[in-house]
C-alpha cells in the first residue's frame, strides 16, 4: 500500500491500471487497495497543485504563525477546529518551535488577509499573539516544480 501511495502522491491522476503496470499488480488489487485506503480514512482526498501566477494572479496567500495557550484537558485541539471552520484558511498545523499553530490563508488581496488576522483570528479565546508571511512566489509544492523548468541535477559548482 505505501508503494501506491507514493505514486498517487506523486500523480494523482494516474489511473489504476497505470499503478498495477507499475508495480506488477493487477488492476482489480489496486483498486481494492485504495479503496480500502480511502475507506479507513488515510487517503482525505485529492487535490491540484496551481500555478497561481497563470491561474490567478490576484489572489493572496500567507502564512500565520499563532502562539495560542493550550485548553484544559484538549490541548490546542479546540483552537485549532475553530481555525479551521473559516473559509480562508486552507491548512493548519501544530508546530514545535517557537509557535504552536501555522495557518495557511488565502484572500483576494493584502488588506483581505490583514483583516481576517485582525478581526478573526486575533479575538479567538487563546490567541496570544499573531506573525503573518505573505507567500511572494512558490517554487516547488509537494514536489512539484511550479514553473515546470528543467532541473539541473549536476548540481552547483562553487569556485
Do not use: W
Not at 9 to 21: E, G, L, W
Not at 146 to 159: H, L, N, Q, T
Request: one cysteine or more; proline letters at 1%; glycine letters at 6%.
Amino acid at each position: 500500500m505505501n508503494k501506491i501511495i507514493d505514486l498517487l502522491k506523486q500523480n494523482a491522476r494516474f489511473s489504476n491500471a497505470q499503478i498495477a503496470d507499475m508495480l506488477g499488480m493487477s488492476e482489480s488489487e489496486v483498486s481494492a487497495q485504495i479503496k480500502e485506503l480511502e475507506d479507513k480514512g488515510i487517503i482525505k482526498g485529492y487535490s491540484v497543485i496551481l500555478n497561481e501566477e497563470i491561474y490567478d494572479n490576484s489572489q493572496v496567500t500567507a502564512t500565520i504563525e499563532l502562539k495560542v495557550t493550550p485548553q484544559r484537558d484538549c490541548g490546542f485541539d479546540v483552537i485549532a477546529k475553530t481555525i479551521m471552520m473559516y473559509d480562508e484558511v486552507e491548512s493548519v498545523s501544530l508546530m514545535s518551535g517557537a509557535y504552536d499553530l501555522a495557518i495557511e490563508v488565502t484572500g483576494k488581496n493584502l488588506k483581505d488577509v490583514a483583516l481576517f488576522v485582525s478581526e478573526k483570528l486575533s479575538t479567538i479565546e487563546g490567541v496570544l499573539s499573531t506573525a503573518t508571511h505573505f507567500i511572494l512566489k512558490k517554487y516547488k509544492e509537494k514536489g512539484i516544480f511550479i514553473e515546470g523548468e528543467d532541473v539541473d541535477e549536476r548540481g552547483f559548482v562553487c569556485p
